[in-house]
Nanobody, 121 residues
Framework: QVQLVESGGGRVQAGGSLRLSCAAS????????MGWFRQAPGKEREFVAV????????YYGDSVKGRFTISRDNNKNTVYLQMNSLKPEDTAVYYC??????????????WGQGTLVTVSS
């Protein structure tokens, strides 16, 4: 059973930064691409960013390109999302998941609790 635990969310003013973490356990973490997703109130879950299993390739959604950076540490079974220049429209619950393929595979694991990011104007 794979467990995904997201952390690092919080409340920040527009223009600020946050760094999210996702710790994975229960599977060989380094063999899968990892993605970040988000779900704003009343909206469907959307893709944010993905990183290949090696960390050598990344791909971003248009709304975050140039502001967010995804990275991973396979020794710590952790994937990160550095979020800069945050906007109120980035407000959402952020989730991570393993993906069946890079850059846009299916989510492989049960979704975790997520971490809430609130950006005030």
């Amino acid at each position: 059973q794979v467990q995904l635990v997201e952390s690092g969310g919080g409340r920040v003013q527009a223009g600020g930064s946050l760094r999210l973490s996702c710790a994975a356990s229960g599977r060989t973490f380094r063999r899968h691409a990892m993605g970040w997703f988000r779900q704003a109130p009343g909206k469907e879950r959307e893709f944010v960013a993905v990183i290949s299993w090696s960390g050598g390739s990344t791909y971003y959604g248009d709304s975050v390109k140039g502001r967010f950076t995804i990275s991973r540490d396979n020794n710590k079974n952790t994937v990160y999302l550095q979020m800069n220049s945050l906007k109120p429209e980035d407000t959402a619950v952020y989730y991570c998941n393993s993906l069946s393929d890079y850059p846009r595979g299916n989510a492989l694991d049960a979704w975790g609790q997520g971490t809430l990011v609130t950006v005030s104007s």
